[in-house]
């Protein structure tokens, strides 16, 4: 039996790499939630040597410690729901996928990040396999860019027409619904894709936004996402809120100089104040 006591901040859990330049990863993440007025906490896949020139080195983290992050965090602080990341080998996938499997009420953002802005590899070729196998079938929603859509289905995306068609692949993946985002083609408008297993699809159509600065848009979506459905909206509602935010983060900080490369967004240009929940115990409010 549950008792009302005290009172929360809302909770969520980034399961990601760390990024050294603060603009991706584990760091976007964490402060697109409290951005948006949650709680952040974090399970470190991967710890990146980068900055806004590329990324030089990655480590990953062992497999037995990432597991323990999750389930120490999900034990105690009961996020209400999850970002996945940047998932670097196919130990950390298969771990993670069966480490979620204990958790099945939380809703799961899965942002499959395989290349850098830069081009660097941040995946290796058997993990694909295991994600496809596994984690993407845990996932409520993934949401890949072109590059990587590509790359999970084989094939070249270069128009509207052919990214609808790869988003109905996507979907045969396993997750329940896919957001398939085109910020890479050319063009005066950018287009994303979203399809679920229910049959509803919807194409978001948003203008251009011209900056260098679009470090960590992708992280910052998902996560934007994920907090949003932390609060209680429903996934196309929380998909909404989220681009509007990312919109908005990318304008904020289009000018701003930060290192040579591509800078980030300005993910504080006007920060809630953390939302407040009744917390519920012994047991686990989903």
Do not use: W
Request: charged share 15%; net charge negative.
């Amino acid at each position: 039996m549950s008792l009302v006591s005290q009172e929360q901040y809302v909770p969520v859990l980034t399961i990601a790499g760390s990024d050294s330049g603060g603009g991706a990863g584990i760091q976007a993440d964490l402060k697109t939630f409290a951005a948006l007025g949650c709680y952040g906490t974090s399970a470190i896949t991967a710890v990146t040597v980068q900055n806004t020139l590329g990324v030089r080195e990655i480590h990953s983290i062992p497999a037995t410690i990432v597991e323990g992050q999750i389930r120490a965090v999900l034990d105690d602080i009961q996020p209400k729901a999850i970002k996945i990341g940047m998932v670097h080998t196919a130990e950390l996938a298969e771990v993670i996928a069966g480490t979620l499997q204990d958790y099945p009420s939380i809703p799961i953002i899965f942002d499959p990040v395989m290349v850098s802005t830069s081009g660097y590899r941040l995946i290796q070729d058997d993990t694909i396999s295991a994600l496809k196998t596994g984690l993407f079938r845990s996932a409520d929603l993934l949401t890949p860019n072109i590059d990587e859509a590509a790359l999970l289905c084989g094939r070249k995306i270069g128009s509207l027409g052919e990214m609808l068609e790869a988003a109905a692949s996507l979907l045969h993946l396993g997750s329940k619904a896919v957001l398939l985002k085109g910020g890479h083609l050319k063009g005066p408008l950018m287009h994303d894709v979203y399809m679920d297993v229910e049959g509803f699809s919807r194409i978001f159509a948003a203008p251009q936004i011209i900056t260098q600065n679009t470090h960590g848009t992708g992280c910052t979506l998902s996560a934007a996402i994920a907090a949003n459905m932390a609060l209680g909206q429903s996934l196309v509602d929380a998909i909404i809120a989220a681009k509007d935010y990312l919109t908005a983060a990318l304008e904020q900080g289009s000018h701003v100089r930060t290192g040579a490369g591509p800078g980030p967004l300005n993910h504080f240009f006007d920060p809630l104040k953390q939302v407040r929940v009744p917390f519920l115990v012994p047991g686990y409010s989903s």
